[in-house]
């Protein structure tokens, strides 16, 4: 499979892609810097890996950039199959947002990716590719919205709906997940620096339930490859934690609802850790 991942340079993208390649997927990473970009695809091996600059608020950029991937792609005998929607940036909350950061966030976070799964929607269509579009959102969707990241990930969980009834009939499996607090760069950035670093981990830890990156990462592609899941032709949010996982599902099968559960719960047995509810 060939996966193209928005924000893979760095945090949950660049776990994510290191799990599929590790699992033998070929991916794409885009970023906004060509240096970042550069040390994550040595970081990742370079061989199963293509890197490209793509800033998520410039749409007008999208469609000549896709192409040029395609090109690429192609003299491999791949078709890219996979869409993760995973870049994104934070600000501060109410009362100290400034315009500027709002629309920031929202152009990066919502507006960028509405066009870019436009986009690589009508690109599944038209070859009659049965792929997934995977969204990443944050716990932060079911909370309420006092700043513009919460806003954006309350917009990705109405897109992620909306693209999974439009897309469902040329069988493409639209799915979001909601990961909480991760150890990831964006975070070490709201709080006291690099979330990599032990001390500050133990620090929030205290507080609260932190995943681990790799770990989720692991169990993400788990989700995504899994045949069974695309049965399943609605919104699923998973809450990744390390002693329990938590399942939230809308849609209209019942037994598919089910199936998904019983995945969970099979994984959670064999590590014997947590518990499932649905």
Request: with cysteine; hydrophobic share 40%; net charge positive.
């Given at each position: 499979?060939?996966?193209?991942?928005?924000?893979?340079?760095s945090?949950?993208?660049?776990?994510?892609?290191?799990?599929?390649?590790?699992?033998?997927?070929?991916?794409?990473?885009?970023?906004?810097n060509?240096?970042?970009?550069?040390e994550?695809?040595?970081?990742?091996?370079?061989?199963?890996?293509?890197?490209?600059?793509?800033?998520?608020?410039?749409?007008?950029?999208?469609?000549?950039?896709?192409?040029?991937?395609?090109?690429?792609?192609?003299?491999?005998?791949?078709?890219?199959?996979?869409?993760?929607?995973?870049?994104?940036?934070?600000?501060?909350?109410?009362?100290?947002?400034?315009?500027?950061?709002?629309?920031?966030?929202?152009?990066?976070?919502?507006?960028?990716v509405?066009?870019?799964?436009?986009?690589?929607?009508?690109?599944?269509?038209?070859?009659?590719?049965?792929?997934?579009?995977?969204?990443?959102?944050?716990?932060?969707?079911?909370r309420?919205?006092?700043?513009?990241?919460?806003?954006?990930?309350?917009?990705?969980?109405?897109?992620?709906?909306g693209?999974?009834?439009?897309?469902?009939?040329n069988?493409?499996?639209?799915?979001?997940?909601?990961?909480g607090?991760?150890?990831?760069?964006?975070?070490?950035?709201?709080g006291?620096?690099?979330?990599?670093?032990?001390?500050?981990?133990?620090?929030?830890?205290?507080?609260?339930?932190?995943?681990?990156?790799?770990?989720?990462s692991?169990?993400?592609?788990?989700?995504?490859i899994?045949?069974?899941?695309?049965?399943?032709?609605?919104?699923?949010?998973?809450?990744?934690?390390?002693i329990?996982?938590?399942?939230?599902?809308?849609?209209?099968?019942?037994?598919?609802?089910?199936?998904?559960?019983?995945?969970?719960?099979?994984?959670?047995?064999?590590?014997?850790?947590?518990?499932?509810?649905?």
């Amino acid at each position: 499979r060939c996966a193209l991942i928005t924000g893979g340079a760095s945090g949950i993208g660049f776990s994510i892609a290191d799990a599929f390649i590790k699992s033998g997927a070929f991916v794409i990473i885009t970023g906004r810097n060509q240096k970042r970009i550069d040390e994550a695809v040595s970081s990742l091996g370079g061989q199963r890996v293509l890197g490209i600059v793509l800033d998520n608020t410039k749409v007008n950029e999208f469609e000549p950039t896709f192409r040029e991937v395609l090109s690429q792609i192609e003299k491999l005998g791949a078709n890219i199959d996979i869409l993760v929607n995973n870049a994104g940036v934070n600000c501060g909350g109410m009362p100290n947002v400034i315009e500027e950061e709002y629309d920031k966030v929202m152009d990066t976070n919502l507006k960028g990716v509405f066009f870019f799964s436009q986009m690589f929607g009508k690109y599944l269509v038209e070859r009659k590719i049965k792929g997934n579009i995977l969204n990443i959102a944050s716990a932060s969707s079911l909370r309420p919205a006092d700043s513009a990241y919460t806003l954006s990930k309350w917009g990705i969980r109405a897109l992620t709906l909306g693209l999974a009834k439009s897309l469902a009939p040329n069988g493409i499996t639209v799915n979001g997940i909601a990961p909480g607090p991760t150890a990831t760069p964006m975070m070490g950035k709201n709080g006291d620096g690099n979330m990599e670093d032990i001390d500050i981990r133990k620090k929030y830890f205290s507080q609260i339930m932190i995943n681990d990156i790799k770990e989720f990462s692991e169990q993400f592609f788990k989700f995504v490859i899994n045949e069974k899941i695309k049965l399943i032709d609605n919104k699923i949010k998973l809450n990744f934690l390390k002693i329990f996982v938590e399942v939230i599902i809308i849609q209209r099968e019942y037994q598919t609802g089910i199936i998904l559960l019983q995945l969970i719960k099979e994984e959670l047995n064999n590590k014997k850790i947590g518990r499932a509810s649905c």
